[in-house]
């Protein structure tokens, strides 16, 4: 089991910048890769960002050149970070953490990120 812990979000400008972090505890061994995913009212969730255990990482067309991922541990957690730069309004939504290993897929419970002047 992988247990993950959103934390970060928040109400931020256009034109700001916003931090989201995920800290996942339990069986990080395993874990194969990680990634952000969002949920904007009204619409399915989609992926945000991704970094596997080898780091290559993958983004969404819409936050190429916004949005950076990063990945830091230590003995008993992994933290996954999103580094929202420069976000629009249409980046509102709650973002959400996963964390996939062979036998599963896990999910934190989600923060929500509102971009509004």
């Known amino acids: 089991q992988v247990q993950l812990v959103e934390s970060g979000g928040g109400l931020v400008q256009p034109g700001g910048s916003l931090r989201l972090s995920c800290a996942a505890s339990?069986?990080?061994?395993?874990?194969?890769?990680m990634g952000w995913h969002r949920q904007a009212p009204g619409k399915q969730r989609e992926l945000v960002a991704s970094m596997t255990n080898g780091g290559r990482t993958n983004f969404a067309d819409s936050v190429k050149g916004r949005f950076t991922i990063s990945r830091d541990n230590d003995k008993n957690t992994v933290y996954l970070y999103l580094q929202m730069n420069s976000p629009k309004p249409e980046d509102t939504a709650v973002y959400y953490c996963?964390?996939?290993?062979?036998?599963?897929?896990?999910w934190g419970q989600g923060t929500q990120v509102t971009v509004s002047s």
């Open positions: 339990g069986s990080i061994f395993s874990i194969l890769d």
């Open positions: 996963d964390a996939r290993n062979m036998w599963s897929e896990y």
